[in-house]
């Protein structure tokens, strides 16, 4: 059987743990997560990156550091995960879905200026299967209406646009380290902040509103209640699980990105013939490996190719239903302009395994199979 996802793991992870447990330091904000985080500011040039418990908390944080206040829009695709909607719900707010590209599967930079109104406050782009969104459009009209921009990038770890990390054009910029993501921690997650000007509110709302951080740093001599908050740090034991990757992370992503070569090497071919479509990636986007898709004819024959596969002992699974087609979607949300991409493209789409060890050997089972099933030698 080959599995679809299978969480990353290196051995150096039991012994980081096994220390944090010896030493009795497993409290948030300890050396570890300091570790973490200083790893991904050097590696994305975020002015400020801090580890949290889950890409969807860092969303709410970045939520409530734009003063996201009900009945204000925000402009998202439809065709994500259910938490990039969540963090903006949970204050209250609309989330007003806009069309995706059929090539990337993202937000379609060119149908968002119609979806603005007085009473919009953020852009909320996610970097679908870590493929960047047209950032410069995007960052062009944010500025025009003096809006937010936070990136949904929980796909988009090792991303980037132009030479610039994915994460790092917003405002804000969330990362998930959840199992099924490059890089894990179980369950885990990061805000990256652009300005200086928000690092102490962001530090201050992800420890339960105090200015903590500050008297840790000796900047103050007590520490106090200053604002609202909750409390979004992990357990050092987890960043330590998660540090013990980013010490291999070239390595993680190598690994993949020749899983991800290969499959499109391999099914080439299929795609000349018209028999499928394969990914996009962008002139200027230097993707992450994070998936690797195959868009069928339609849904029927989606579901057959699934069938098939699993029938062979490979997992393959689809993706998102259109959030604004879900129960909880119509009632918090609205669709604007026309759905011409969002739903037809998601109901053609189908995931094949992707994981830091999956061996080529397993890739060409899978594509011999591919071809099997469209019945071409
Ligand atoms: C995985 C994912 C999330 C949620 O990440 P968590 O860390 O599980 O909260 C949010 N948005 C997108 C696009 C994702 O793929």
Redesign the pocket.
Known sequence: MINFNVPPYVETAADYIQECVKNQKICGDGAYTKKCNAWFEERTGAGKVLLTT??????ELAALLCDIKPGDEVIMPSY?????ADAFVLRGAVPVFVDIRPDTMNIDENKIEAAITEKTKAIVP???AGVACEMDKIMEIAKKYNLYVIE?A??GVMSSYKGKALGTFGNFG?F???E??NYSMG???ALLIRDEKDIENAEIIREKGTNRSKFFRGQIDKYTWVNYGSSYLPSDMNAAYLYAQLEKADEIYEDRMNSWNLYYERLSKLKEMGKLELPTVPEGCVHNAHMFYVKLKDIEERTAFISFLKQNEIMSVFHYIPLHSAPAGQKFGRFHGVDEYTTKESERLARLPLYYGLKAEQVNYICDKIYEFFGVK
């Not at 994500?80 to 990039?84: A, D, G, K, P």
Request: hydrophobic share 25%.
């Open positions: 889950s890409c969807t908390h860092a969303t994500t995960f259910v938490s990039t996610v970097h679908y949904d929980a796909q969330a998930s380290f959840h099924t993501k369950e885990g997650g």
